[in-house]
């Protein structure tokens, strides 16, 4: 049976894995620069193969992302939703599992419950993708390392500042400062914060080390210093008590004034799709300290490069 390895959280890579895949990222993306975005790499490495592409909440990025990635990559992909499958119908995950791992090379899911990415890992015999789960968004964080290295920032003794909600995003953000050795100050409204096991897991691997992790409630003391800012989507599809929410968070809107509090040379980053006037103000997201468009397009570089290591191509 050929190997293969799963990529549900950073982790699964581990540093040394995560930075192999930023190095081919940035020198796949840099070897096809001017080419059509529907022509082949020149190397065509995962010719003939085929990626499903499970979809249990809507997408952009990760679905056209992952498409491209696969088309440049040599390969083909398929669109799967709950609707239009049985999975909407009651069939198992493990069963969809174990009948995509006939038909296809790979399978991409993007899911509310983490431990349906953990059930389709277990019973899939081809490498399992997590495009996003409620736990964690690893792919989005492997496009964020990215576009911070392509800015001339070095991860390790850097300083990120998040402000807002200890969501899916913030939880792979910890994991990765974990692994690559940045501090992290978290600014969140009570109530709000993330996982607990998150930063504890990460404030281990970085025990003896300057960086530390923490939570905060003043954004002001957040920013100040910090090399990179991000936020994110303060309410998500569906979620109550939206306009409780709101009240809490806007403390912590990303702005102009925030902006200025932290370095000069700092950048900003947010996932997408954003709300102006929520969680960042448009001259924030849209000025010159902003990443967040080579941040969205870095998506289908770096999944390129994970889905390459999913197939042990590197690392």
């Known amino acids: 049976m050929t190997e293969y390895r799963n990529f549900l959280n950073l982790s699964d890579a581990g540093t040394d894995g995560i930075s192999a895949i930023l190095t081919d990222a940035h020198a796949r993306k840099t070897a ?14 995962l010719a003939g193969r085929t990626l499903a592409m499970v979809f249990e909440k809507s997408s952009t990025r990760t679905r056209v992302s992952f498409d491209m990635a696969m088309r440049q990559l040599g390969g083909s992909a398929l669109v ?85 909600d200890g969501n899916n995003v913030l939880h ?27 930063i ?6 970085l025990s003896g080390s300057d960086a530390k992790i923490a939570i905060h409630r003043d954004p002001k003391a957040v920013a ?10 303060w309410i998500s599809m569906g979620q109550q008590h939206a306009e409780q929410k709101l009240a809490a968070m806007m403390p912590y809107q990303v702005t102009e004034a925030l902006m200025a509090r ?29 990443l967040i468009w080579p941040e969205a397009e870095n998506r289908l570089h770096g999944q390129k490069s994970i889905l390459r290591w999913c197939f042990g191509q590197i690392g």
């Open 200 to 205: 504890d897991e990460a404030s281990a691997r």
């Open 32 to 45: 096809r620069a001017g080419k059509p975005k529907g022509a082949p790499d020149d190397d065509a490495p």
């Open 262 to 290: 932290a370095k000069p040379d700092a950048v900003f980053l947010h996932c997408l799709p954003a709300h102006r006037g929520e969680e960042v103000v448009g001259a924030v997201i849209d000025g010159p300290q902003s």
């Open 172 to 198: 792979s953000i910890i994991e990765a400062a974990g692994l690559f050795g940045f501090s992290l100050d978290i600014g969140c409204p009570e109530g709000y914060d993330p996982e607990r096991r998150w």
């Open 80 to 164: 799967l939703d709950s609707a239009s499958t049985q999975l909407g119908r009651g069939e198992t995950v493990a069963d969809t599992a174990r009948v995509l791992s006939g038909y296809c090379d790979a399978i991409m899911v993007r899911t509310d419950d983490h431990a349906k990415a953990e059930e389709m890992a277990h019973y899939a015999s081809v490498p399992v993708i997590n495009g996003l789960t409620d736990a964690s968004h690893p792919c989005q964080i492997v496009a964020d390392l990215l576009a911070v290295t392509e800015a001339g920032k070095a991860l390790a003794g850097s300083k990120w500042a998040w402000l807002g």
């Open 224 to 233: 100040a210093d910090a090399d990179v800012i991000v936020t994110d989507t």
